[in-house]
């Protein structure tokens, strides 16, 4: 089992800036890649941005320029730093994991409780 505790989120002015956080902890071999996730009511939860271990990372397209992804290894800790806020990012944001169970291998994929980001006008 692995906890993933989120936190940062909050009420924010349309151009202004958030920074959100995630800590992984529990029983794990290795974590292969973290990111965040958000989801808007009656829409789909959707990809926003990933890092693997490596440092490669990965966004949706609007929240390029806008969105940095930073990951502490040693820390086990992911961080979305968000400028620019516009209403339309207005979601519940998901910490996601992937890791690597044991040294034998396998996957095991996590999800965070969420955390509210609003952004009014």
């Known amino acids: 089992q692995v906890q993933l505790v989120e936190s940062g989120g909050g009420l924010v002015q349309a151009g202004g800036s958030l920074r959100l956080s995630c800590a992984a902890s529990g029983t794990f071999f290795s974590i292969n890649a973290m990111g965040w996730y958000r989801q808007a009511p009656g829409k789909q939860r959707e990809l926003v941005a990933t890092i693997t271990s490596g440092g490669s990372t990965n966004y949706a397209d609007s929240v390029k320029g806008r969105f940095t992804v930073i990951r502490d290894n040693a820390k086990n800790t992911v961080y979305l730093q968000m400028n620019s806020l516009k209403p339309e990012d207005t979601a519940v944001y998901y910490c996601?994991?992937?890791?690597?169970?044991?040294?034998?291998?396998?996957?095991?994929?996590?999800w965070g409780q969420g955390t509210q980001v609003t952004v009014s006008s």
């Open positions: 996601y994991s992937y890791v690597i169970p044991t040294e034998w291998g396998g996957r095991l994929d996590y």
